[in-house]
């Protein structure tokens, strides 16, 4: 096994950056699709599209720590970022596509909420995995993780209230199944940002 | 990094056993509760703090984990037992947060019977985490761990039947899409404590 | 701790080689009910027998890796693989149970579809693990994992086009709760599938 020992070339921040950039992407396209309310299935392929760039970079990522000897954090946590910005975009492309095969049409409200605070939350993680790049930037990395956290307190509250409103207002039971798993994912999406808040913040604590 | 070499001030295993003890104090909470049948918004906040004390315990946990140069068994087995604890009291919350939203009301049968396999197991869990102490203990160990897959499996037949029985007799879809999730909720708690009862054994092996 | 040095007894791929012929058993006795339509307590009895196999070489494989010093390739991988390939079988042996349990009944075009590409990519699997064997088979590694990934996407479509007719046409919220758990569960098992190929490709990229 050749192992670059000095691997110039290799920039896992600007890697890290690009991908968190596709995450935005994604975040603003989904915001851009809740409030047209209709998904085609060419809004499907865009998306499709931009989940695509997201899995080149986390690849490229990959590639280069099996080949990379000295790396600027620790090697499972390099590994474990990629994975979790990496599993935010492909939520997001799994929401989108669910509403299409799913045939809701209709602008909500309550997603177009969500799709704000997801937007905001992805903003928040590409502001602190770019910040990574130097530890002087502890400060920034701290108040963008608080951020996520926070932002995934309220998609807790978001989800709880429009699941309650769905069951008690909702007659079709049809209609209640397909809400629960938008309104279920959308949350889902806040998760995995408050997980790269996590691996963020073990990164922060081991640089200390 | 600064590295305690000998951290006398940490003990991993007093740690461990507050965690474990506030699983089966949310266990415990989460039998009245099933009992009561009907959760108000002051019983989800109690749960509430009972999983924010287990969080505390979890996060010192990892501190100590990333300050700490020598610890008593494998970091990555210390990390996943802290994590997954964590996930015992974090599914009851969930599971108290969901009947509230849901707006299930009445005692149900079958909860409270989980709700007792839950305790019983989070009661293993517990022993199992604080005989850790002392190799000697590995008989207690084991047994612990077998009570929990045995109990883990106890669960598999009541969610079977549970299910088996509701899309036999509940006319009602959307009382069908609540409880179908409630009680796999449920059963996920002891699958969890499965999780646990294998990294501990895992541990076993490796310091047999 | 002691560990075999030269552990000549072991052979991590006779293990892998015979824990992937279970999930190819799995896969051939789910297509087998998949077309007979009904599933009684005897075949669930029989998919649980082949699920324990599978158990018991993951087992074997995980107790070896523990009492292991030199591996045929990383530890968390030889670790990561077993599991993937256990989780294979476990989910065929819950999507029988639950087609059981949920008394569907009558043979289902689209399932015995999904049946035929797991059947395929568990055959890809396996035909990948058994190539591990010797870095002059990369050919067939990379050919089996580009199978795998396509069957993967393949499922992808069939799971879209099978939930979007579930809810276009099934008029009983029951049926849909039904049969959309047991479309998107037979997706998972191409996912997994998919994830085992991730790990081989890993493994492939380190050894190059």
């Not at 959308?186 to 940002?193: G, R």
């Amino acid at each position: 096994m050749l192992h670059k020992l000095f691997p110039k070339d290799v920039n896992f921040f600007d890697l890290f950056e690009k991908q968190s950039n596709c995450a935005i992407e994604a975040a603003k396209y989904f915001s851009v699709l809740a409030l047209k309310g209709t998904i085609t299935e060419e809004d499907v392929r865009k998306m499709h599209d931009i989940e695509h760039d997201g899995d080149d970079h986390a690849h490229k990522i990959m590639d280069e720590l099996n080949k990379t000897f000295i790396t600027p954090f620790d090697r499972e946590d390099i590994h474990r970022l990629a994975k979790e910005i990496d599993d935010i975009i492909d939520m997001l492309y799994t929401i989108t596509n669910r509403i299409r095969i799913y045939k809701i049409s209709g602008s909500n409200k309550t997603l177009v909420e969500f799709a704000a605070v997801i937007e905001k939350s992805t903003q928040a993680v590409s502001c602190a995995v770019r910040a990574l790049r130097n530890i002087k930037n502890i400060k920034t990395i701290q108040d963008s993780c608080v951020e996520i956290n926070s932002l995934e307190n309220v998609g807790d509250d978001m989800r709880d209230k429009a699941l309650g409103d769905l069951f008690e207002h909702e007659k079709d039971p049809v209609e209640v199944i397909k809400w629960k798993e938008i309104f279920q994912d959308s949350e889902t999406v806040l998760d995995i940002c408050e997980d790269v808040a996590h691996v963020v913040s073990n990164i922060l604590v081991k640089q200390a």
